[in-house]
């Protein structure tokens, strides 16, 4: 709550997943939904990204379940093998799991 208090104002981003994720974060809980749908069914690199900040997402509510396998299953979407490689989200990904020791 206090976070949300202090939100960043940004404008509406291009990208659909992120609109999601911001609304998510702001305390939109029916965009969870939205966005878990995202991460099974959409094109490579949303599945990566729902699936990245759903695990932040839960880890900010001491989910550690839940943002284990959100974050496991970013890592092993097709975008973080192949095109994803070199993005340096996926890296900030692959460094969580192995800082967690998941």
């Known amino acids: 709550d206090k976070a949300r208090e202090q939100k960043l104002t940004v404008g509406k981003d291009r990208r659909p997943v992120m609109r999601l994720v911001q609304k998510l974060f702001l305390g939109d809980t029916a965009s969870e939904a ?26 900010s509510l001491n989910d550690e379940k839940s943002s284990k396998e959100w974050m496991s299953n970013a890592v092993a979407t097709e975008y973080a093998k192949t095109a994803g490689s070199r993005d340096l989200m996926v890296d900030v990904a692959k460094v969580a799991i192995k800082r967690r020791g998941w």
Do not use: P, Q
Not at 45 to 58: D, Q, V
């Open 34 to 59: 939205e966005l878990i749908a995202m991460a099974k069914d959409s094109n490579v690199g949303n599945k990566f990204y729902a699936s990245l900040y759903l695990s932040l997402y839960y880890e």
